[in-house]
C-alpha cells in the first residue's frame, strides 16, 4: 500500500496503537500522526517506531481550521483515521464544553478540509471516523447494540460523539464524502491513560491506594483488546462498505466488581503479596452522575461481512497487560506525576 494515511490523536491510547500497527505493517505508505498533546497525548507511546521513514508528526489542534485546510493541501492525504477526541466521560462531567470543541467542531474542519482537498476525486479516498457505543445509550439486562439502535447518549462526552457521528453521516448523504465509521466497546491494553479504570487501578494497586468504585460496581462494560481493535479499524478501512456504521466488540462482558477481584488477583499474583490484600483496597464511592448500567456490542456484521473478531481472550488478555504496566513503571510515573510534558520537550530539545 502506498497510500498517503492521517491518523488523528495518534500519540493517545488507540492511537498510538494504530500508528505503530500501520507503520510496521506498511512501509510503503506514509503515515502522518497528527495530535494536539492534550494530557493524553504522550509521543513516548511512539519511541519505537517515530524514527521510522514512513512516519511524521505533526502537533496541532484540529479545531484550528485554516492550518487543518493548510495540512490537508500540503500532504494530500488518501485516507484519514479520526480518533482525536476528549475521550473521558468523568471529564466531560466536569469540563463539557471542550468536549463539543474537540468532538464536534474538530470533526467538521476535518470534514471540511478533507472535502476541499477530495472534491474532484473522491472515489478512492476514505475518511474513517472512529466512535464510541455510547452513543447508544444503556442497555438493561439483556439485549445488545446493534448498527440499527437508536441513538441514546447519556453523558456529555457520548453526546459530542454522537453529534459527531451524526455530521460525518450527514456528509456521506449531502456531499457524497466516502466516510465509514465504527462504533467499538471499552479498550483495555498498553499506553493507556491511568485515569480510566483499569490503568487507574493496576496503579493504584501498585502505589497501596484506594480504589474508588464507582456506585455497587455492578455496571457491565464489554472489554475488547486494543491490539483487536486496531485489525478491526484496518479491515473497516480497506474492506468496508462507503457510507456504512460497523460495531466492534469483545463479546465479553464484566461487571466491574467481578474485574476489579480478578484485576486485584493478578496484581496480587504478580507483586507477590498474600492473596486477598489487593482487594482491601477496594472503596465503593458515590456513583458518576448518569452511570450507563450497561453496554454490550454484537459484531456480527463486522464478523460476518468482512471476518473480523477478537483474538485475544481477556483474562489472558489482562494478565499481558498488567504485565506490561508493571514493566513500564516510569512511564506510569512520570504520568501520574504530570512530568511526561516535560520529559517530552527534554527529549526531542536534544533532536
Ligand atoms: P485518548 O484520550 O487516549 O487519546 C486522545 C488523543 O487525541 C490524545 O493523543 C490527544 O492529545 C488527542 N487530541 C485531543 N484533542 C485534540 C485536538 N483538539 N486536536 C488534536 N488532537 C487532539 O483517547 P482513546 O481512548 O485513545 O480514544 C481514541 C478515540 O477512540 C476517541 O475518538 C474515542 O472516542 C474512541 N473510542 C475509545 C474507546 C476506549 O475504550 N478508549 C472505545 C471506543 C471508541
Ligand atoms: O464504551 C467505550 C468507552 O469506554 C469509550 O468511548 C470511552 O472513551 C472510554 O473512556 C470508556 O468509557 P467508560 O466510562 O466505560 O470507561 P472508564 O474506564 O472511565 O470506566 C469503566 C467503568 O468503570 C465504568 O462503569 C465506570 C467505572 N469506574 C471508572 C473509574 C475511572 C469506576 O468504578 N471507578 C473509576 O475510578
Redesign the pocket.
Known amino acids: 500500500m502506498t497510500k498517503s494515511i492521517l491518523i488523528t490523536g495518534g500519540a493517545g491510547f488507540i492511537g498510538s496503537h494504530i500508528v505503530r500497527y500501520f507503520v510496521e505493517k506498511y512501509p510503503d505508505a506514509h503515515i502522518i500522526n497528527l495530535d494536539k498533546l492534550t494530557y493524553a497525548g504522550n509521543l513516548e507511546n511512539l519511541r519505537d517506531v517515530e524514527n521510522c521513514p514512513n512516519y511524521t508528526f505533526i502537533k496541532n489542534d484540529i479545531v484550528e481550521e485554516q492550518t487543518m485546510f493548510r495540512i490537508f493541501e500540503q500532504y494530500q492525504f488518501d485516507y484519514v483515521i479520526h480518533l482525536a ?1 476528549e ?4 471529564r466531560s462531567i466536569s469540563n463539557p464544553n471542550s468536549f463539543v470543541i474537540t468532538n464536534i467542531v474538530g470533526t467538521i474542519n476535518l470534514l471540511n478540509a478533507a472535502r476541499n482537498i477530495w472534491k474532484d476525486n473522491m472515489e478512492e479516498k476514505r475518511f474513517y471516523h472512529v466512535s ?3 452513543v447508544y445509550g444503556s442497555l438493561g439486562t439483556t439485549g445488545y447494540f446493534t448498527e440499527e439502535t437508536k441513538y441514546d447518549p447519556r453523558s456529555p ?2 453526546a459530542s ?1 454522537a453529534g459527531s457521528d451524526h455530521l460525518v453521516k450527514a456528509y456521506f448523504h449531502t456531499f457524497n464524502m466516502p466516510v465509514v465509521l465504527s462504533n ?4 483495555y491494553g498498553s499506553y493507556q491513560f491511568p ?4 490503568p ?2 493496576i496503579n493504584n494497586i501498585r502505589q497501596n491506594k484506594p ?5 455497587k ?1 455492578e ?1 457491565i ?2 472489554w475488547l483488546w486494543v491490539g483487536d481493535h486496531a485489525r478491526a479499524i484496518e479491515t473497516i478501512l480497506l474492506h468496508g462498505k462507503v457510507g456504512e456504521t460497523y460495531n466492534i466488540g469483545g463479546n465479553n462482558e464484566w461487571k ?1 466488581i467481578d474485574l476489579i477481584r480478578l484485576l486485584c488477583k493478578i496484581m496480587d499474583k504478580k507483586l507477590h503479596r498474600p492473596d486477598g490484600e489487593s482487594e482491601k483496597l477496594i472503596t465503593f ?1 458515590k456513583d ?1 452522575a448518569g ?2 448500567l450497561r ?1 454490550a456490542i454484537d459484531s456480527s456484521k463486522l464478523q460476518n461481512e468482512l471476518r473480523w473478531k477478537p483474538s485475544l481472550q481477556f483474562e489472558e488478555g489482562l494478565e499481558k497487560t498488567v504485565d506490561w504496566y508493571l514493566h513500564n513503571q516510569e512511564w506510569l510515573d512520570r504520568i501520574v506525576s504530570g512530568d511526561y510534558l516535560k520529559y517530552y520537550e527534554e527529549q526531542y530539545k536534544n533532536r
Do not use: W
Open positions: 477526541a475521550s473521558h466521560v468523568d464510541t457505543d455510547e462526552y457520548s460523539k467499538c466497546s471499552n479498550n485515569e480510566k479504570l483499569i487507574l487501578f480504589l474508588p468504585v464507582y456506585g460496581g455496571n462494560r464489554d466491574n464511592v458518576r452511570h450507563d453496554y
